[in-house]
C-alpha cells in the first residue's frame, strides 16, 4: 500500500460546480496535511493545511480531515477553469521531523 | 520576500557528465529538501536536511547523487556520473522544522542525452 494515495484523474468539472478531490494515507500516525496545486511546468504551491479533524474553511477551498478513516478531502466551491492544475496530497510522518510524503496528485479540469 | 532560489533553471547534458545543482533556501528557514518529479514516479524525496545536518537521505537513489549543506543559505545536488534516467524536474524546498510546511523554489529541468 502507498504511504499516499490519490485517484490521479482527471477529474472533469464544468465551470461553477464544486471539485471535490480525496486522498488516503496510510500512517495512522500522521499529524499534519497539506494540499498543494501544481500548474503544468511549475513547482507545487501550498493551498490549505489541517491539523485536526473536521473541516477547515479558507476562500472557496475547503479541507476536510476524517483521522478515524484516514482521508483527507479538498473541495473546491465554484470551480474556475483557472483551477485546472494538478492538486498534490501532502503528509507529515509523525515524530518530530518533519518529512512531508506526497501522493501522486489528481490532475483536476474545469471546462466552461 | 524572495522565495526559495534554484539555479541552473533548466540544464542539457551528456551522458557521464558531473551535474551540480544549486539551491538558496527562505531565510530563516532550517528544513530543506530535495524532490525529484517525474511523470512515472511522480514526486520523491531525496533527502531532508535540519539545521545544514542531513537527517534522511534514505530518497537518494544511488552513490551517483550527492548533497551538501555548507551553510543555512545555501545546497547543491550533485549527480556524477549522469545518466539519461536521471532526466527529471529537481525542486528544492524549504520550511521551518516546527511548522512542517514546505515552500518550493521554481524547479532545475534537468535533460541527459
Known amino acids: 500500500q502507498k504511504e499516499v494515495e490519490q485517484n490521479s484523474g482527471p477529474l472533469s468539472v464544468p465551470e461553477g460546480a464544486i471539485a471535490s478531490l480525496n486522498c488516503t494515507y496510510s500512517?495512522?500516525?500522521?499529524?499534519?496535511f497539506f494540499w498543494y496545486r501544481q500548474y503544468s511546468g511549475k513547482s507545487p504551491e501550498l493551498i490549505m493545511s489541517?491539523?485536526?479533524?473536521g473541516d477547515k474553511e479558507d476562500g472557496r477551498f475547503t479541507a476536510q480531515l476524517n483521522k478515524a478513516s484516514q482521508y483527507v478531502s479538498l473541495l473546491i466551491r465554484d470551480s474556475q477553469p483557472s483551477d485546472s492544475a494538478t492538486y498534490l496530497c501532502a503528509v507529515n510522518k509523525q515524530g518530530g521531523s518533519y518529512i512531508p510524503t506526497f501522493g501522486r496528485g489528481t490532475s483536476l479540469i474545469v471546462h466552461p | 520576500d524572495a522565495g526559495v532560489i534554484q539555479s541552473p533553471r533548466h540544464e542539457v547534458t551528456e551522458m557521464g557528465q558531473e551535474v551540480t545543482l544549486r539551491c538558496k533556501p527562505i531565510?530563516?528557514?532550517?528544513?530543506l529538501f530535495w524532490y525529484r518529479q517525474t511523470m512515472m514516479r511522480g514526486l520523491e524525496l531525496l533527502i531532508y536536511f535540519n539545521n545544514n545536518v542531513p537527517i534522511d537521505d534514505s530518497g537518494m537513489p544511488e552513490d551517483r547523487f550527492s548533497a551538501k549543506m555548507p551553510n543555512a543559505s545555501f545546497s547543491t545536488l550533485k549527480i556524477q556520473p549522469s545518466e539519461p534516467r536521471d532526466s527529471a524536474v529537481y525542486f528544492c524546498?524549504?520550511?521551518?522544522?516546527?511548522?512542517?510546511?514546505?515552500?518550493f523554489g521554481p524547479g532545475t529541468r534537468l535533460t541527459v542525452l
Open positions: 531565510s530563516g528557514h532550517n528544513s
Open positions: 489541517i491539523y485536526s479533524n
Open positions: 500512517d495512522r500516525g500522521s499529524q499534519s
Open positions: 524546498a524549504s520550511s521551518l522544522s516546527s511548522s512542517g510546511v514546505g515552500y
